[in-house]
C-alpha cells in the first residue's frame, strides 16, 4: 500500500542516489559537454576504476582513499586517450565525431573483455567501516554508503565549478568548443587544453568508480547500465554544466526511486531513457543550457 511516508522515503533515498548518478557523470559532462568528445567509453573507464579500487582494496585500502591514489593515474590514462583520438580522428576533422564513436565503443569494449579475462564475471565488492551500516532518522534507515556518495558529489561539483571559472585554464576549458581561435590568440593551444581537460575528466572518474564499488557490487558488464544513465544525466543538465550535472542527477535519482516504489524494479532502468528522450523533446538545450 502506497503511503505519503513511502513517498517520502523514497524522495530522501533518490536525492542520494541522485547525486551518487552525478558523481558518476560529471566526468562525462566535461569530455562530452565542453570538449565535443563522443565519450562512449565513460561508463567502461567508471567500471575498470571500480576493479582497480578493488585491486587496492586486497592490500587493505579504504576506498574511497584508493579512488584518490587512482587519480593520478588515470588522469595520464586520459591524456593519451584523448591524443590517440586526436592523432587519429579529430585532427583530419572528416567525420571524427562518426569515427569517434567507433573509436570510444570499440575502447569500451576492449576494457571490458580485459576485465573479464583478468577477474572472471563474478561480481566483486570491498569493504570499509561505512558499507553496510546505516544512520537512522526518523523511521528512516539511510545507508551510509549512499550518504559517502553525497558528498563526494558535492565535493566534485563545488571543485570542478570552482576550477573551471576562478582559473585561466578552467577559463579556456569551457571556451575550447566554442572558439578555438579565439583561444589562440589568447596564447593557449586549443589540442593541450583538451588534453588537459579530457585528464580532468578521467581523473574524476576514478573517485566516481571508487564510489561505484561502494554502493554496490561490480561486475564487468556493468557499464551498460549506465550508458543511458550517465548521458541522461548530462544532456539533461544542459552540456557542460556542473551545478546542472548534480541537479539532473538528482531528479533522475528521484524519478527512478519513485518508479521503483511503485511500480517495481522492472521500470526503473527505463526512467534514464524516458528523461532523455522527453529532454530532447521539450527542451533540447538541457535545464541549465542556454
Not at 566526468?27 to 562512449?40: A, K
Request: charged share 10%.
Amino acid at each position: 500500500m502506497f503511503s505519503f511516508e513511502l513517498l517520502m522515503d523514497a524522495i530522501v533515498l533518490g536525492v542520494l542516489v541522485g547525486c551518487f548518478y552525478a558523481a558518476v557523470s560529471i566526468g562525462l559532462s566535461v569530455s562530452f559537454g565542453l570538449l565535443d568528445v563522443p565519450h562512449l567509453a565513460h561508463p567502461a573507464f567508471l567500471v575498470l576504476a571500480a576493479y582497480c579500487t578493488y585491486m587496492l582494496g586486497e592490500y587493505g585500502v579504504d576506498p574511497l582513499i584508493a579512488g584518490l591514489l587512482l587519480m593520478p593515474p588515470f588522469f595520464l590514462f586520459g591524456m593519451a586517450a584523448y591524443r590517440i583520438y586526436y592523432e587519429t580522428f579529430e585532427k583530419r576533422g572528416t567525420d571524427a565525431g562518426v569515427r569517434g564513436l567507433a573509436f570510444f565503443f570499440g575502447v569500451a569494449f576492449v576494457i571490458e573483455v580485459m576485465i573479464i579475462l583478468v577477474f572472471g564475471v563474478d561480481q566483486r565488492s570491498v569493504s570499509a567501516p561505512y558499507i553496510g551500516k546505516a544512520i537512522d532518522v526518523g523511521d528512516m534507515r539511510i545507508p551510509m554508503r549512499l550518504i559517502v556518495a553525497f558528498c563526494v558529489a558535492l565535493v566534485l561539483t563545488i571543485g570542478l565549478t570552482l576550477y573551471l571559472s576562478k582559473t585561466f585554464t578552467g577559463r579556456a576549458i569551457r571556451a575550447v568548443a566554442q572558439d578555438e581561435a579565439a583561444l589562440r590568440l589568447m596564447g593557449a593551444n586549443p589540442v593541450a587544453i583538451k588534453q588537459w581537460a579530457f585528464g580532468i575528466a578521467t581523473a574524476t572518474v576514478a573517485l566516481a568508480g571508487a564510489l561505484l564499488i561502494i554502493v554496490g557490487p561490480v561486475e564487468p558488464t556493468l557499464d551498460r547500465a549506465y550508458i543511458g544513465r550517465t548521458f541522461c544525466v548530462v544532456v539533461m543538465a544542459g552540456l557542460g554544466s556542473m551545478t546542472g550535472t548534480l541537479v539532473a542527477g538528482i531528479i533522475l535519482g528521484v524519478a527512478e526511486t519513485i518508479v521503483l516504489t511503485m511500480f517495481g524494479a522492472s521500470w526503473a532502468p527505463a526512467i534514464s531513457f524516458g528523461l532523455l528522450l522527453a529532454i530532447l523533446a521539450v527542451r533540447p538545450q538541457g535545464l541549465f543550457g542556454r
